[in-house]
């Protein structure tokens, strides 16, 4: 049985060797080594292999495809920058930044058949199963982008629509990894349905604290300004569910700040935080993110697998909750 740190240590020493490309064109293949290079915690596919180990398969040779699944995501970043307008991706210059628009989108789209090229990677026997999965879920994603991009554009959303943006657009790929490990572990299909809806219950407990955390944080801890989120007017689960909640003054006043053009950014923040606070929207969020984390640990618990093959699993989902505490 692998730890987290042990499996992460050999995801990166691989990813040394394969995310180099030192071949022509250059101008295609350098923007690729250098989101590759640039961090990331190379989450999913570590994940990937927790759950090959989970149910008793062979880690190493499912290495190559679980970073097929980095590269997918990475691929995902490139374009989601190019769409965002985004100038800083891991505190370095984005791809489209760094080069332009077009080699962005270009190696990006290298990207991806790279990333189809790793998954093939795998036994014959699974094969089919695994394109399927891949595909499935990589549509999904991009599904989750699309509502993202349209919903940038509507005054009010449900919460309900909200929720389903990002379970797609963030917690389908993390349940997709675990499923991955599963497909190459050849284990029965009631675990791969349960390890996905795991891995998609901890992705929406994540993002809805992540919500959490942006407005209501402690910098030292969460690692990154406290309030940007709100200056951008970004629909997170705070700002749906006050949209949906807010009645008489509490809703002129989320009104007055979500239109205003010339604003002190301190100021902006403090009232809108005390607008959340007001409505309980804060601890509703806490409540939220921690139902999906008691729903995804009762869901691992149910796995038909010897217990102690979870525990590293287990010590993963509940270091990435909590982090408010």
């Known amino acids: 049985m692998y730890s987290f740190d042990e499996l992460k240590s050999m995801v990166d020493s691989h990813a040394e060797k394969l995310f180099k ?8 293949y350098s923007p690729v080594s250098y989101i590759l290079s640039i961090g990331g915690k190379r989450i999913r596919p570590v994940l990937t292999l927790m759950s090959v180990d989970l149910f008793g398969g062979n880690v190493e040779k499912a290495i190559i495809p679980a970073l097929g699944i980095e590269m997918f995501h990475n691929f995902t970043l490139v374009h989601d920058d190019i769409m965002d307008k985004a100038d800083v991706r891991r505190g ?3 791809v489209h930044k760094k080069w332009d ?7 990006g789209d290298a990207m991806l058949l790279l990333a189809n090229q790793m998954m093939l990677h795998v036994d014959d026997d699974v094969l089919r199963e695994v394109m399927e999965l891949y595909n499935a879920t990589g549509l999904l994603v991009c599904e989750g982008q699309q509502y993202d ?9 449900s919460s309900a629509d909200y929720l389903r943006m990002i379970e797609l657009k963030t917690a389908v790929l993390l349940g997709g990894c675990l499923k991955l490990g599963a497909v190459l572990a050849k284990t029965s299909p009631k675990n791969k349905e349960m390890i996905e809806k795991f891995g998609i219950l901890l992705g929406l407990s994540f993002q809805i604290e992540d919500d959490y955390l942006d407005t209501f944080g402690d910098f030292d801890k969460f690692g990154k300004s406290i ?8 629909k997170t689960f705070l700002l749906v569910k006050a949209l949906e909640t807010a009645s008489g003054k509490s809703a002129e006043q989320l009104t007055f700040w979500l239109k205003a053009n010339d604003f002190k950014p ?8 005390s607008i959340f606070q007001e409505l309980g929207i804060d601890k509703l969020a806490l409540d939220t993110s921690r139902n999906y ?6 869901t691992l618990r149910n796995i038909d697998v010897n217990d102690i093959r979870k525990e590293p699993l287990s010590r993963f989902a509940h270091s990435l909750i909590g982090r408010s505490s």
């Open 293 to 298: 984390f008691t729903e995804a640990m009762n």
């Open 266 to 273: 301190e100021e902006k923040i403090k009232a809108i935080r």
């Open 21 to 28: 490309f030192n071949k022509e064109p250059e101008g295609l």
């Open 101 to 107: 628009e077009n080699r962005a989108i270009l190696s």
């Open 227 to 234: 309030g940007g989120d709100i200056l951008i007017n970004k």
């Open 149 to 157: 991009m349209n919903y940038e554009n509507e005054d009010h959303i």
């Open 92 to 94: 370095k210059m984005t």
